[in-house]
């Protein structure tokens, strides 16, 4: 009887600790509320695991429900923990439901095992409010710290925007100048305004590069920039100082790094998604018009 107690007791401790050593997943999605179109977002999963044991997820890309697909970034915190981050955003309203994939974790005796991760329900609202009002920002910025790097650059970029003003206003304070040898002048005509170009028979890459060209240059003759210079980065307080309204800095910027991740990053939209990047940038323009 003594001998089945304690065969009982080994088995009872066995599964105690076989229970103790099982991971935990926790999940977190930063901002949780606020988001509008093409704020950036990440969905953090901790692992709680065993010292020995590390994940072992394939770093490509990963479907996110409808937003952007987005690589798992895996960091080790500690022997017995480790962060797995999704960056991504959506260029579309609606409420997106996010499955993530199992996460697979190796044990120190090589079997790997996978955990479920509990789909994300997602919220994005559009940048400008039912009376076409830009619609207060309370996501936390996660490109802050990359546009820092650019503050030093502010000021040269302003003095070449100002330069440019000046060549603007001198010119047209010469065409109102009378001339006293030729007819009188005839009304000026407006230019027409750059069209956006993105051609869908091409690569993704090239209608991108096509599009952010575009969007340069229609933004260097409204606001008199020299934005085809300019990063997505630095365009942004560029266009601020120029008097932008708030909602066009926003967008400009969010698209044009969005362009960017395909064009050097190596990231391959779906047709649907380049036709709502193409959609965003009518927006910035009509939405500018009607306010």
């Known amino acids: 009887m003594i001998r089945l107690l304690t065969v009982f007791a080994a088995l009872w401790l066995s599964c105690v600790a076989v229970l ?5 997943v926790d999940v977190e999605v930063e901002p949780f509320a606020g988001l509008t179109v093409g704020d950036p977002l990440e969905v953090r999963v901790t692992i709680a695991h065993e010292p020995g044991e590390h994940v072992v997820l394939a770093q490509t890309l990963v479907d996110m429900g409808g937003m952007e697909p987005a690589a798992p970034v895996i960091t080790v915190i500690d022997e017995t923990r480790t962060l797995v981050v999704f960056q991504t955003r959506s260029f579309a309203t609606g409420d997106f439901q996010v499955e993530l994939p199992p996460i697979p974790i190796r044990g120190v005796n090589g079997i790997v095992r996978e955990f479920a991760v509990s789909p994300l329900l997602i919220s994005v609202a559009s940048v400008l409010t039912e009376d076409s009002q830009p619609r207060p920002n309370t996501a936390p910025d996660l490109l802050e710290g990359e546009r820092r790097t650019f503050t030093p650059w502010i000021v040269a970029i302003l ?18 100048a009378p001339a006293t040898a030729s007819p009188e002048p005839t009304a000026a005509v407006m230019p027409a305004p750059v069209a956006l170009a993105m051609d869908e028979s091409r690569d993704p890459a090239e209608q991108c590069r096509q599009l952010a060209a575009s969007v340069r240059r229609r933004l260097s003759a409204d606001w008199s920039l020299p934005a085809s210079a300019l990063t997505a980065s630095e365009i942004g307080p560029a266009l601020s100082a120029a008097g932008a309204p708030g909602v066009v800095v ?7 790094e969005a362009c960017d991740r395909v064009q050097f990053g190596g990231e391959q939209p779906t047709p649907e998604r380049l036709r709502r990047y193409r959609q965003l940038a009518d927006a910035i323009w009509e939405d500018d018009a009607s306010s």
């Open 20 to 24: 103790a050593q099982e991971p935990s």
């Open 159 to 176: 003095g070449v925007g100002i330069g440019f003003v000046v060549a603007r206003t001198a010119r047209r304070w010469r065409r109102r």
């Open 250 to 256: 926003l967008r400009v910027t969010r698209l044009l």
